[in-house]
């Protein structure tokens, strides 16, 4: 069974970098992809970025697009989340879980998070001056 642990959140001023670490353990072929999602007090669980994780391939939400970068290290069984230039609206929590890819145009990304079963405990993103 997959088992996912996030580290790297902190609180940032708007215009700051972080780097999210996903450890992931018992991966699957049930399971193609690791994705990022994010959720803020009062909004909806969202994706932000997702790998697929035997090919590589990468996806993004629009909003972050040119901003975040999501890459591998297999020796690591790891995956980051790289974010620069971050923004207030980009503070919450941020999950990494194990899933299905979902829908892709693209390099855009549309997960069904309700396809999502497995995921870590989260790690908390603060952007504030």
């Known amino acids: 069974q997959v088992q996912l642990v996030e580290s790297g959140g902190g609180l940032v001023q708007p215009g700051g970098s972080l780097r999210l670490a996903c450890v992931v353990s018992g991966f699957t072929s049930d399971y193609s992809t690791i994705g990022w999602f994010r959720q803020a007090p009062g909004k909806e669980r969202g994706g932000v970025a997702c790998i697929r994780h035997r090919e590589g391939d990468t996806f993004y939400a629009e909003s972050v697009k040119g901003r975040f970068t999501i890459s591998r290290d297999s020796a690591k069984n790891t995956v980051y989340l790289q974010m620069h230039n971050l923004k207030p609206e980009d503070t919450g929590v941020y999950y990494c879980?194990?899933?299905?890819?979902?829908?892709?145009?693209?390099?855009?990304?549309?997960?069904?998070?309700?396809?999502?079963?497995?995921w870590g405990q989260g790690t908390q993103v603060t952007v504030s001056s």
């Open positions: 879980a194990a899933g299905p890819l979902g829908t892709v145009y693209g390099s855009t990304w549309f997960p069904v998070i309700t396809q999502y079963k497995h």
